[in-house]
């Protein structure tokens, strides 16, 4: 090499790893044990999906979809918000079909924060949010919910307002703590962002997963936020096929419009014969999404009960597929430690929830996933009542 200059690529991120969820999905196959860590179903999402999909391939709907999203699926989203929330988005200009909620989330956060903005998050927060403002040049300000309720403390968000916060980012219902936001926590976040420029992006991908007994709280319910606001969604969640990576934002036309600058030169669109089946099953099957409550209360109050007998405290579940478990009548294991050992000694592959905090996260705390079918949870209870 003599005469030129070394070639070495300065991280943009240095301080950032694998995500936990490929880390511990590796050690539990690693380990052969049952895999409650990353969320995913481990049974098929419905089969007149998956005809629909094999109809659209057949029938040559194989070339590139409008980039921002099939027109039928754009539609039956624009539907579905409306008679879910009250409120219908203009299918031209407020819907963007992307690549799972993941790239929704990378694409808003790209085309909101400049370099020095402020963007505030709850942790522990979901683990794509503080990559995507970092590499926008924007600075995370986080407000940490406390367990076991995981309320937000007003005053500390107000407190953290100035005049340089660009952005909140909530998500509700939560992963990882399965709480819920009401239409109240809404009200009080319109109140305390009132005078300040703010946007919000909502990340509202287990929208179809609430227990609460009022139903989900969506941003796009609340007439002033909405005018403001980035909600989104994933269809991996709701169609039980987190392979397929197909999601969308809801945002008015003049922020929808930078969402898209963005979103076509990431992926430009989405793979068409997909978006094409499940504006089918939107449109044939709508009781899919609203059983889907009480499917997954069954197997959450499944896994709640058998667990009841073993030394680990389950939390309360308002939502999503995934509840938290106190094991510190367990171990003293700080709890990354504890959930190697649990997949390695007991065959149990859990989160731990310091992985979604910026530093000290004391609380005895991992996250398990229940969507799975019986017998899994059923093995997997078995295994933790050995504890
Ligand atoms: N946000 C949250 C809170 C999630 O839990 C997930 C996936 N588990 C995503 C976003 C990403 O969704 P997708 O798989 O559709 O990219
Ligand atoms: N969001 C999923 C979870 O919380 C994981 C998605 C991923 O692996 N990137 O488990």
New binding site residues.
Partial sequence: MSGQRSLSLDSKLPSLGTTIFTQMSALAQQCQAINLSQ?FPDFDGPSYLQQRLAYHVSQGSNQYAPMTGAVALREAIAAKTESLYGYLPDVGTDITVT???????YAAITAIVRPGDEVICFDPS?D?YAPAVELSGGILKRIALQPPEFKVDWQAFKALLSDKTRLVIL?TP??PTATVWSHRDFDALAHAIADYPVFVLS?E??EHICFAPEGHASVLAHSRLRERSVA?S????TFHM?GW???YCVAPEAISREIRKVHQYLTFSVNTPAQLAIADMLNAQPEHYQELPAFYQAKRDRFTQALSRSRLKVQPCSG?YFLLADYSDVSDLDDVAFCQWLTREVGVAAIPLSVFCDGEFNHRLIRLCFAKQEATLDAAAERLLSL
């Fill in positions: 969320g690549a799972g909620a993941t790239e929704a989330l979901y794509s998500n939560h992963n990340d991908v287990y989104v994933s269809f991996g969640k987190t990576k197909v999601g999503t």
